[in-house]
Antibody
Framework: EVQLVESGGGLVQPGGSLRLSCAAS????????MHWVRQAPGKGLVWVSR????????NYADSAKGRFTISRDIAKNTVYMQMNSLRAEDTAVYYCAREGEDNGNYYYYMDVWGKGTTVTVSS | SYELTQPPSVSVSPGQTASITCSGD??????VCWYQQKPGQSPLLVIYQDDKRPSGIPERFSGSNSGNTATLTISGTQAIDEADYYCQAWDISTPWVFGGGTKLTVL
């Protein structure tokens, strides 16, 4: 069964750091792009970051640039998001998602999602 | 930056057809997908590449995309379809951009 399980969320003070993890099973990360998407309480979905299948390319939303870093460990089949200089507005549920692909072609959709991990930034 | 605009809410009677729009500049030139999210759950892909349904998604869900508007259509809407729906597209200025979401109420 294809599955994504996030962990690492919690309560952190403004200016602090957290590292989120996303363990994948049922498929190998080396074949897929992976994303982090967040959802603030009562708000909509917001894309945060993407890493490509071989780890050579990453993209970030403006809100994450310079503060967040996406990475992956193929041996552990796990994606990470290192979040530094956290702000109150980073409070959200963070979802890990897999980019769908069709015979090696990408059409920019996310076909598998984890259940999310909650990050709360507050003093 | 690129923006996708959805109506905040749509209401439909059981058995009727619900249409949820997603507006954006020349969105018809892009691939649009749609997600369903029920309270306390993670998003579920229901339409991708404008009009394709993933395995396991009922046939009553369909999509179209032309000009400045993409549309998610739910035919024969059921109570279990009550959820928030998000459109999403890709643009070079704002990769993987989501619409603001539409709350579908079945009453």
């Amino acid at each position: 069964e294809v599955q994504l399980v996030e962990s690492g969320g919690g309560l952190v003070q403004p200016g602090g750091s957290l590292r989120l993890s996303c363990a994948a099973s049922g498929f190998t990360l080396s074949s897929y792009w992976m994303h982090w998407v967040r959802q603030a309480p009562g708000k909509g979905l917001v894309w945060v970051s993407r890493i490509n299948s071989d780890g050579s390319s990453t993209n970030y939303a403006d809100s994450a640039k310079g503060r967040f870093t996406i990475s992956r460990d193929i041996a552990k089949n796990t994606v990470y998001m290192q979040m530094n200089s956290l702000r109150a507005e980073d409070t959200a549920v963070y979802y890990c998602a897999r980019e769908g692909e069709d015979n090696g072609n990408y059409y920019y959709y996310m076909d598998v999602w984890g259940k999310g991990t909650t990050v709360t930034v507050s003093s | 930056s690129y923006e996708l605009t959805q109506p905040p809410s749509v209401s439909v009677s059981p058995g009727q057809t619900a249409s949820i729009t997603c507006s954006g500049d020349k969105v018809g030139d892009k691939y649009v997908c749609w997600y369903q999210q029920k309270p306390g759950q993670s998003p579920l892909l229901v339409i991708y590449q404008d009009d394709k349904r993933p395995s396991g998604i009922p046939e009553r869900f369909s999509g179209s995309n032309s000009g400045n508007t993409a549309t998610l259509t739910i035919s024969g809407t059921q109570a279990i379809d009550e959820a928030d729906y998000y459109c999403q597209a890709w643009d070079i200025s704002t990769p993987w951009v989501f619409g603001g979401g539409t709350k579908l109420t079945v009453l």
